[in-house]
C-alpha cells in the first residue's frame, strides 16, 4: 500500500482544501502569533506614572470572564505552601465590589512604586519592571483575591522553583504552555513570506551531536517504523545553498528523547549533523517518531489539567540549519495526520511546517514512511550578524 502523494503535492504547508490548524491571525502581527491585548505598549516606550484603581468594575475587565460571571482562582492544592490550609478560596465567594467612584481613585502603591522607580538611572530594567508592576497591581484590583488565594498563587510560584534543576526548567515550561515562548520566538525571529518559520528548539537540542554522512542512518537500536527523509536547503530564490549544515534530532517511536533515557537508549541515538551536497541536497534515514506528553507531574502539569488544557505534543522533527550569509533555522516539522496536531501544548505549529510522512510498503512487507522537504534561509540582515546565534 502506498499513501504518498506526487512530490509536488508534498510542499509543507496546509493540504488541498485544508484550513490552517488553529492559527489565527491578526493584522499587525507577528506571523502566527496573536497581537498583544489592548494593543498595549512596547516594554521600552512606558511613559509617566502607572495610574491604577483600586477596583475595578466588571464592566471594566478586558478578559472575557466565564458563563456564571465568576473569576475562580484554582491553582493545584499542592501549591498551596505550608502553614494552616486555607478553607476554599474561590473569588465568586468574595463579597461584591462596590461600584466604582465616578472620577476613580488612583493606585497609590503604585504610583509609589513608579516614583522610586523614577528616582533611578533610566534603564530597560526599571522600564520592564513598572510595566509587570503596573500589570500586576491592575490584576489584583480586577480579581480582588483573597489572602488566602495570594499565599496560594505565592506557593505555585515557590514549587516551580523546586522543580526547577540543571536537567529541568519548569519556569521554562510554563512559559511554554502559557505561549509566552512562542510570542517571544516570533518577535525576534520574524520570517518573510516564503521562507520557512523559526521556532523553539526545545529542552532536548544537543550542541554535541555527531557529524555523519548523507544517507546515514540516525537510529542506533532500530527500534521503530522506518523513516526516510530528503530535503533541500535553499535560500529565499529557490537557489540551493551548497555546504549547509543540517543538525537534527527528535524522540524515539514512543515520544522520548534519548537524553531523557540515558539507561535505555544508545548515545545520539536519532541525532547528528550532516552536510548538505552542492546543490544544497540531504537525506538520511532515521525512524518515525511519536507524539508525546510535557511532564505532568508538576506544578505546571497540575495547573494545566486543572485548567482543562492538553499537553499533547505531535510528533515531529527538529532541525537547525547554517548556511554563510544567512541567518540560523531553528524549527520543526509536524507530522500532519498526528491526531494531535491541532493542539500543540507550546503553540509550536504552523501551516507552513506540516508535512507529509507517506506510508508506503517495502519489497519484504515492511511498512516505511517518506518525508520530502524543502527547508528556506533568510539572508542575513546586516553582514556578520545572525538574530539566532549561529555560526
Not at 506526487?6 to 488553529?22: F, I, K, S, T
Request: aromatic share 4%; hydrophobic share 40%.
Amino acid at each position: 500500500m502506498d499513501d504518498c502523494r506526487e512530490p509536488e503535492q508534498r510542499a509543507l504547508g496546509p493540504g488541498p482544501g485544508r484550513a490552517p490548524v488553529g492559527l489565527g491571525s491578526v493584522p499587525g502581527s507577528v506571523p502566527g502569533q496573536g497581537a498583544l491585548p489592548g494593543d498595549a505598549a512596547p516594554v521600552g516606550s512606558v511613559q509617566g506614572p502607572v495610574a491604577l484603581p483600586e477596583r475595578l468594575a466588571p464592566s471594566e475587565l478586558a478578559a472575557p470572564t466565564p458563563a456564571s460571571g465568576a473569576l475562580p482562582l484554582q491553582l493545584p492544592e499542592s501549591a498551596t505552601p505550608a502553614g494552616p490550609t486555607p478553607g476554599p478560596a474561590a473569588l465568586s465567594a468574595a463579597p461584591p465590589a462596590p461600584p466604582p467612584p465616578a472620577a476613580g481613585f488612583p493606585d497609590s502603591i503604585g504610583q509609589e512604586l513608579q516614583r522610586r522607580l523614577a528616582g533611578g538611572a533610566p534603564s530597560r530594567l526599571a522600564e520592564a519592571v513598572a510595566l509587570a508592576a503596573g500589570h500586576l497591581h491592575l490584576l489584583v484590583g480586577a480579581l480582588r483575591p483573597s489572602a488566602a488565594e495570594f499565599r496560594q498563587a505565592l506557593g505555585f510560584l515557590t514549587e516551580l522553583g523546586h522543580h526547577s534543576d540543571a536537567r529541568r526548567q519548569e519556569w521554562v515550561l510554563l512559559a511554554d504552555v502559557l505561549g509566552v515562548s512562542a510570542l517571544v520566538e516570533g518577535l525576534n525571529a520574524p520570517r518573510p513570506r516564503g521562507a520557512t518559520p523559526n521556532t523553539g528548539a526545545g529542552p532536548f537540542y544537543r550542541a554535541d551531536a555527531p557529524d555523519l554522512a548523507l544517507g546515514a542512518d540516525l537510529s542506533r537500536d532500530g527500534r521503530g517504523e522506518r523513516l526516510r527523509v530528503s530535503g533541500r536547503v535553499t535560500d529565499l530564490a529557490g537557489r540551493g545553498l551548497a555546504g549547509a549544515r543540517v543538525e537534527v534530532w527528535h524522540a524515539n517511536a514512543a515520544g522520548l528523547y534519548e537524553n531523557q533515557q540515558p539507561d535505555r537508549q544508545p548515545e545520539f541515538n536519532l541525532r547528528g549533523r550532516l552536510r548538505a551536497d552542492g546543490r544544497g541536497q540531504f537525506d538520511f534515514l532515521t525512524v518515525k517518531p511519536g507524539g508525546y506528553a510535557l511532564p505532568s507531574d508538576g506544578p505546571v502539569g497540575r495547573l494545566m489539567a486543572a485548567l482543562g488544557c492538553p499537553l499533547e505534543r505531535p510528533a515531529h522533527l527538529h532541525f537547525r540549519v547554517t548556511a554563510p550569509g544567512h541567518e540560523t533555522l531553528t524549527t520543526h516539522i509536524f507530522d500532519r495526520a498526528d491526531p494531535a496536531i491541532g493542539r500543540d501544548a507550546v503553540f509550536g505549529v504552523k501551516p507552513e511546517l506540516l508535512a507529509d510522512f507517506c506510508a508506503r510498503r517495502t519489497r519484504s512487507g515492511a511498512r516505511e514512511h517518506l518525508l520530502d522537504l524543502n527547508l528556506v534561509l533568510c539572508p542575513l540582515a546586516r553582514p556578520g550578524t545572525d538574530t539566532m546565534g549561529g555560526k
